[in-house]
């Protein structure tokens, strides 16, 4: 499961404390000058195997700066696209003016959960200056110190409330044909939403929306030639009046949330402009997930010969080699041109992630690796030595390999054992995990 948490609050209230100590990291930069932050910053959170995002944004309706007016539009949409919000404020200082303005604020941008987040309150005898929060409009106020971790576990208790709904992951019953959950991926305004449709709307299509909540996104189903698919939910599927910078940021940020409830994802890129920054940023986020990927070259109707097929081909490979095991497919939305091969991609890289490689098979995969050209070694002449494997697990498929020493594993050995891995049997469009684990002393 994921969601969005966005962090909000007037200036110093210690939002990138909080930040940081959610997902366990220094990315924010916490400082006593009001203001440091007026950009947006999102990281991974986890708690109790409820996984999320965390999105820190700006100070508002604080001291007006050059940034102000900036600051606010990004935080309106990281309330738009958020989950669920947590309103910070100062339990030391009290409830502001500009507290309450942020309150109004966000209950403008709709009917989110809000959490409000008393923060300062180092010590227990202060949680009574929590109670002044309650004025502020808003059911769930928890006193908390980002700098000293009290409450944060009430908090994260708060927070797994307003992720979405495990009931729009869960599986069909037995009886129901199995599901491939597909994630439509890509930077906005390169044809999502038209892929979505094409393939919705076919007239071989069975179509329901499916939901768990009211604050649960809604995916689409579709049975097409026997197979049911699960589109998954995001930021391109839904109409926004323009295409922006915040929201080009917010709809990164809610893919990654989409892409982590998927099987396989359909990265789309515009054939105009491919391999673009927050193309290789989603691709890399996917491989990295362990998710299948098919990367589509979308909008191909509009090319009229502007540039050859191998040439993006060869252009994604080199400008995205980490996930150079990805099928590509030529396509438009608009004709449907490709979709029978997008669709027949999909369903075989989620085969992929799900494959086994016997017994049998692993015992050649030894003789192969041992008849490398030259095992890895290090300065002081010891060699690496391979005693094993075994595959741990599918989706995706990971590999154990026990050595005398795993440290002398290098980049360069992990690659040729992984291309190994992948002439025994075809993981196309799925990525191969390796595992070195040392056993007992050297020999």
């Given at each position: 499961?994921?969601?969005?948490?966005?962090?909000i609050?007037?200036?110093?209230t210690?939002?990138?404390?909080?930040?940081n100590r959610?997902?366990?990291?220094?990315?924010?930069?916490?400082?006593?000058?009001?203001?440091?932050?007026?950009?947006r910053?999102?990281?991974?959170?986890e708690?109790?195997?409820?996984?999320?995002?965390?999105?820190?944004?700006?100070?508002?309706?604080?001291?007006?700066?050059?940034?102000?007016?900036?600051?606010?539009?990004h935080?309106?949409?990281?309330?738009?696209?958020?989950?669920?919000?947590?309103?910070?404020?100062?339990?030391?200082?009290?409830?502001?003016?500009?507290d309450?303005?942020?309150?109004?604020?966000?209950r403008?941008g709709?009917?989110?959960?809000?959490?409000?987040?008393v923060?300062?309150?180092?010590d227990p005898?202060?949680?009574?200056?929590?109670n002044?929060?309650?004025?502020l409009g808003?059911e769930?106020?928890?006193?908390i110190?980002?700098?000293?971790?009290r409450?944060i576990?009430?908090l994260l208790?708060?927070?797994?409330?307003c992720?979405?709904?495990?009931?729009s992951e869960?599986?069909?019953?037995?009886?129901?044909l199995?599901?491939?959950?597909?994630?439509?991926?890509?930077?906005?305004?390169?044809?999502?939403?038209?892929?979505?449709?094409?393939?919705?709307?076919s007239?071989?299509?069975l179509?329901?929306?499916?939901?768990?909540?009211?604050?649960?996104?809604?995916?689409?189903?579709?049975v097409?030639d026997?197979q049911?698919?699960?589109?998954?939910?995001?930021?391109?599927?839904r109409?926004r009046?323009k295409f922006?910078?915040?929201?080009?940021?917010?709809?990164?940020v809610r893919?990654?949330?989409?892409?982590?409830?998927?099987?396989?994802?359909?990265?789309?890129?515009?054939?105009?402009?491919?391999c673009t920054?927050?193309?290789?940023r989603?691709?890399?986020?996917?491989?990295?997930?362990?998710?299948g990927?098919?990367?589509?070259?979308?909008?191909?109707d509009?090319?009229?010969?502007?540039?050859?097929a191998d040439?993006?081909?060869?252009?994604?490979?080199?400008?995205?080699?980490f996930?150079?095991?990805?099928?590509?497919?030529?396509?438009?939305?608009?004709?449907?041109?490709?979709?029978?091969?997008?669709l027949?991609y999909?369903?075989?890289?989620?085969?992929?992630?799900?494959?086994?490689?016997?017994?049998?098979?692993?015992?050649?995969?030894?003789?192969?690796?041992?008849?490398?050209?030259r095992?890895?070694?290090?300065?002081?002449?010891?060699?690496l030595?391979?005693?094993?494997?075994?595959?741990?697990?599918s989706?995706?498929?990971?590999?154990?390999?026990?050595?005398?020493?795993?440290e002398?594993?290098?980049?360069?050995?992990?690659?040729?054992?992984k291309?190994?891995i992948r002439?025994?049997?075809d993981?196309s469009?799925?990525?191969?995990?390796t595992?070195?684990?040392g056993?007992?002393?050297e020999?």
């Open positions: 499961m994921s969601g969005i948490i966005a962090l609050g007037r200036p110093n210690g939002k990138s404390s909080l930040f959610l997902t366990g990291t220094k990315d924010s930069i916490v400082d006593d000058m009001p203001g440091v932050t007026r950009d910053l999102y990281g991974e959170a708690y109790e195997g409820h996984n999320f995002y965390v999105i820190d944004t700006g100070g508002i309706f604080g001291t007006d700066t050059e940034f102000s007016a900036g600051i606010r539009e935080v309106e949409e990281a309330v738009k696209e958020c989950d669920g919000v947590i309103f910070l404020v100062d339990g030391r200082e009290g409830i502001t003016g500009a309450e303005e942020i309150a109004d604020f966000i403008k709709g009917s989110k959960p809000v959490i409000v987040a923060n300062k309150l180092d005898k202060h949680d009574d200056l929590a002044e929060a309650y004025s808003f769930t106020v928890i006193p110190s980002a700098l000293h971790k409450g576990y009430e208790d708060a927070v797994v409330e992720l979405p709904s495990k009931n869960t599986a069909f019953d037995s009886d129901e199995p599901e491939i959950r597909l994630v439509i991926a890509g930077k906005p305004n390169v044809g999502k939403s038209s892929l979505l449709n094409k393939i919705t709307n007239q071989r299509s179509v329901s929306p499916i939901a768990g909540t009211t604050r649960d996104p809604v995916d689409m189903t579709a097409i026997g049911r698919f699960r589109i998954i939910d995001t930021a391109g599927l109409r009046a922006d910078g915040n929201l080009e940021y917010y709809s990164f893919t990654l949330a989409a892409v982590d409830r998927s099987d396989v994802a359909l990265l789309l890129m515009d054939a105009r402009e491919p920054d927050q193309d290789k989603i691709a890399a986020h996917v491989a990295g997930k362990g998710k990927i098919v990367i589509v070259i979308n909008k191909w509009l090319m009229n010969g502007e540039k050859k040439e993006i081909t060869r252009k994604i490979k080199d400008e995205m080699p996930v150079s095991y990805a099928p590509v497919v030529f396509a438009s939305a608009l004709n449907g041109r490709g979709l029978e091969r997008i027949q999909a369903v075989n890289v989620s085969n992929n992630r799900r494959k086994r490689i016997p017994t049998n098979q692993l015992n050649r995969l030894m003789r192969d690796v041992l008849a490398f050209d095992l890895p070694s290090d300065r002081k002449g010891r060699s030595k391979v005693y094993y494997c075994s595959q741990a697990e989706e995706p498929p990971t590999f154990i390999f026990f050595v005398n020493n795993p002398l594993v290098n980049s360069g050995f992990e690659n040729h054992v291309n190994k002439e025994l049997e993981f469009g799925t990525p191969v995990r595992f070195w684990r056993r007992g002393k020999d």
